[in-house]
């Protein structure tokens, strides 16, 4: 019977590797492991990064799991290497079966390398130069408009586009007191914060 149960869990396993590996295509190896058999644990490999084949023993984790129930069943996201030098990130599970020895493993293995040059070029592309130069590329005033309209809705404890009616011609009371109604382009400002059309703002500023 735990042969079968075992045989069960490696299969089931397969199986999720298999979607793992379709979702994170082509960027994560997926490796499952038989830690009963492990001069040949490799059971299924997809994604293959590491040029390993079905058939081939273990890993050193692996065999720590074998000597060692008490080894660790999670870890995450540790560094790796593949063989031709691509840096990799790794995550290694563990499965028990009843009496709480390992018999399989489920191993990811992402590829780094294009995901670091993407990291590379967003930070050149985002990199800011330290000149103190100060431009302002929307109508002055406009942006204590919309906080004003921020402030007002966190009173509320809710959000400009929730604000129900009622509160929305309070809020234009607040916002003709303080000045801000003056501002150019008011109007439209205070339509897309609030989500509505410019006639309603119209319409909330004259009653």
């Known amino acids: 019977m735990p042969d079968q149960q075992n045989a069960l869990l490696l ?4 199986t999720i590797a298999e979607g793992l590996s379709a979702t994170f295509a082509p960027f994560c ?3 499952v492991h038989d830690l009963q058999n492990p001069e040949h644990s490799i059971l ?3 994604n293959n990064l590491s040029g390993r084949e079905i058939g081939e023993p273990t890993t050193e984790l692996g065999l ?3 000597a060692s129930p008490e080894f660790p069943s999670l870890l995450t996201n540790y560094a790796n290497q593949l063989a031709d030098g691509r840096a990799v990130k790794s995550t290694s599970i563990g499965l028990k ?3 709480g020895n390992y018999v399989a493993a489920l191993c990811l293995n992402v590829d780094m390398t294009l995901f670091r040059g993407m990291q590379s070029a967003l930070a050149q592309f985002t990199q800011i130069a330290t000149r103190d130069i100060t431009e302002q590329l929307e109508p002055a ?3 204590a408009l919309r906080q004003r309209i921020e402030q007002f809705a966190a009173r509320l404890a809710t959000t400009p586009r929730a604000l129900k009616a009622a509160d929305r011609k309070t809020l234009m009371q607040e916002l003709r007191t303080s000045g801000l109604l003056e501002v150019k382009r ?3 400002v205070i339509a897309q914060q609030l989500g509505v059309s410019r006639a309603s703002v119209y319409l909330y500023a004259k009653e």
Request: glycine share 4%; charged share 25%.
């Open 44 to 46: 299924a490999i997809y």
């Open 11 to 14: 299969a089931q396993l397969t």
């Open 29 to 31: 190896e997926v490796v």
């Open 141 to 143: 005033g406009t942006e």
């Open 186 to 188: 008011s109007m439209e």
């Open 97 to 99: 079966d009843a009496e």
């Open 64 to 66: 720590a799991r074998i």
